[in-house]
C-alpha cells in the first residue's frame, strides 16, 4: 500500500478499502506475481513525497 499512491506513476492499480482516497496499492497471490522493477519504481517514488520519508519542502 503507497500513501499518496495516486501521484505515483503508472498509479497502483489497487484501492485498498478505508484507507483514504488518495492511497493505493497492489494485492499478491505470490511473490511471483509483482515486477520487482515497477516496484523499486514505485519506492523510490513514495519515498521522495513528504510524510513518507522525505524532509518537508
Known sequence: ???????IKPEPHVTPIGMGKSTRGVELASVDDFDKRQLASWMKQAATMPFVGAKKR
Open 1 to 7: 500500500m503507497f500513501i499518496r499512491g495516486t501521484e
